[in-house]
């Protein structure tokens, strides 16, 4: 069990979690996390273990990823993650998803999470699993005189709406 993350399975294996993912019947298996998390490595592995397809969200974007979701071809999406099982991997998975009328059958959040047990991103994971921490604040913190772009905000507002950490099957755990 880790403090930062209560309640959720940790998994640091690729083959540990292909045998969770391989019983279930034809999924469609999210993954989600931050930019740099070690999402699409992971999707690849996962891929290539089980034999199953799969799909990155940045190859279906138009433009410049800001505002990311709006960027998105969501028609060639859709086609591409019909035939099952299939993996998908990207940031706003579960918005993205939704606005495609999909659910995931099963949902990974990936994380770095260095030999100290603290995620890197712990302070969005934070605004997921502790959403009074942030109430009120609808935008992230200027830190150090710097004030957050749009991709941050976008994820910020994303965690405290759709809650992927806690919605997650499984937390994997990506050494930093």
Do not use: C
Request: net charge negative; charged share 25%; proline share 9%.
């Amino acid at each position: 069990m880790n403090q930062w993350l209560p309640g959720k399975t940790i998994i640091r294996d690729v083959a540990e979690l292909a045998g969770l993912v391989s019983v279930l019947a034809d999924p469609l298996v999210a993954i989600d996390g931050v930019d740099g998390a070690g999402k699409t490595t992971l999707a690849k592995h996962l891929s290539a273990t089980l034999g199953w397809d799969r799909v990155d969200l940045d190859d279906h974007l138009e433009g410049d990823r800001r505002p990311f979701v709006e960027q998105i071809r969501f028609d060639a999406l859709e086609k591409a993650v019909e035939p099952r099982p299939m993996i998908v991997s990207g940031i706003h998975m579960l918005e993205v998803l939704d606005r495609v009328g999909l659910r995931p059958d099963f949902l990974i959040y990936v994380v770095r999470m260095p030999s100290t047990g603290i995620p890197t991103d712990l302070d969005l994971i934070e605004r997921d699993i502790n959403p009074e921490l942030s109430e009120g604040q609808p935008m992230p913190p200027v830190v150090g005189g710097i004030v957050p772009g749009k991709v941050t905000r976008g994820l910020w507002t994303y965690m405290h709406r759709w809650k992927p950490v806690t919605a997650a099957d499984v937390v994997f755990a990506v050494p930093d």
